[in-house]
């Protein structure tokens, strides 16, 4: 898998004793050309992002790149607690790829160490650990899913245990020896548990700390990560200090809310969008989000011009149909993540299932029939378009259900032989022979 990436540099073997220095002062002045490129790069730094900082000394080190020509070192963390990735993910991937696209140099760093002590972030409680085997298997599938938003060829893709297995007890000590416990224990999160009397496991004091040395090991430019992970990407930025290296700046990016509009994205609230979706699961989903909530997914997840989502958007207020608009967005995520072509096929689908017609690819099963007929609700649980009976009584009653076509009202309504297509809301479909 990591074969597949860039040239990846060795890691750092030591850390210099020495204070920081500041590198960006050095850096010639610019001509117009370069002065409009730091700024057209700070503009997309900054698009949708909830906080950077320190923003002067980013502007310093876009300085310096731009009169020196060499490219910034940017980095983005990822812990592989689970196989897969949701277009909620893709906020920090997103950004990554801009500023990638800009000719800095992107380090996807997986981490397979870290995930072993667990992310406190946001937690009340102890956040298990996974073992070796499990983050093997969920790592195995995050570089194909990633490289779906990155360019492959111009990533680096690192794994933390390179440098954090090597340092061993003794350099852990010195690591621990470089940050207070009062710092530690100013993270809310921290800071909350211990006032309620919730354990906070020594491990997890580790963990910001090893997260930070990645910045260390990889002398990082810029860090990225979601709002949850401030505390720990400002840990990282005072370990460079310490390691006489220049401060990282920080880069956050806003938790993308999920299909609800409330909850944010998160496979466990089934409010979420899987990248590796089907085209036509992924139109639809984008398709039932809220009008409102259409302009903050514009923003985080769209590569278009902002002008041009400000144009829309007036558009809109105007008059025009917002589902103009959610339609153009949903085609643009599909053809991201699939083709042009799926999301053609995509929008066809949706359209069509609109106007109460039957898609083509449809699961088609047998069924047995009882003696005297097979009621509906079995008959939906059987072919797999309810999880339950009594799910499929409830949507009966919302008039949730069709057969063939129409509206199902008797929940004691019993199918006889035959072939006919049942459907379960506006995308569940089913053509069923009973005999």
């Not at 207070?180 to 910001?208: C, N, S, V, W």
């Amino acid at each position: 898998m990591a074969d597949s990436f860039a040239h990846k540099p060795d890691a750092p073997q030591g850390a210099s004793p020495s204070r920081p220095t500041t590198r960006a002062s050095l850096a010639p002045p610019l001509n117009p050309a370069q002065a409009q490129a730091v700024r057209q790069a700070l503009a997309v730094t900054k698009r949708g992002c909830a906080e950077l900082l320190v923003e002067a000394d980013w502007v310093a080190k876009l300085n310096r790149s731009a009169a020196t020509g060499q490219p910034l070192r940017i980095k983005l963390g990822l812990d592989p607690t689970a196989p897969d990735i949701h277009i909620g993910h893709t906020v920090v991937l997103n950004k990554l790829r801009q500023l990638q696209d800009l000719g800095h140099t992107v380090i996807f760093l997986i981490g397979d160490f870290t995930s072993r002590i667990g992310d406190p972030s946001g937690r009340n409680a102890t956040r298990p650990p996974l073992t070796i085997e499990q983050i093997k298997i969920n790592a195995e599938t995050y570089y194909a899913q990633a490289s779906l938003v990155l360019d492959p060829q111009k990533t680096e893709v690192r794994y933390n245990s390179e440098w954090s297995e090597p340092l061993g007890a003794d350099g852990m000590i010195r690591l621990a020896a470089k940050y207070t416990l009062a710092r530690m224990l100013e993270r809310d999160d921290f800071t909350q548990r211990h006032k309620a009397g919730i354990p906070i496991a020594m491990h997890e004091l580790l963990y910001p700390l090893m997260q930070g040395y990645d910045s260390v090991a990889l002398k990082s430019d810029l860090e990225l990560g979601g709002t949850d992970q401030k505390f720990n990407l400002l840990v990282g930025r005072e370990l460079q200090k310490e390691y006489g290296q220049e401060p990282q700046c920080i880069l956050t990016m806003p938790l993308l809310e999920g299909l609800d509009g409330v909850e944010k994205m998160s496979k466990s609230k089934g409010n979420y969008i899987g990248i590796q979706e089907p085209p036509a699961t992924m139109f639809a989903k984008l398709l039932s989000i809220s009008d409102v909530l259409m302009w903050r997914y514009f923003e985080l997840l769209s590569f278009r011009p902002l002008e041009e989502i400000a144009a829309l958007e007036a558009e809109v207020d105007a008059g025009r149909n917002p589902k103009d608009a959610k339609v153009m967005l949903a085609r643009e995520i599909v053809a991201r993540f699939h083709s042009v072509a799926a999301a053609d096929a995509a929008q066809a689908d949706f359209e069509l299932r609109a106007r109460g017609g039957v898609p083509d690819d449809i699961p088609e099963l047998q069924l047995s029939l009882p003696a005297d007929g097979l009621s509906l609700p079995a008959a939906l649980k059987q072919a797999g378009l309810v999880p339950s009976t009594a799910e499929a009584l409830r949507m009966i009653e919302q008039r949730g259900v069709r057969v063939d076509g129409a509206v199902a009202e008797d929940r004691a309504l019993k199918l006889g032989a035959g072939t006919v297509v049942l459907q379960v809301g506006k995308r569940k479909f089913a053509r069923v022979t009973l005999g």
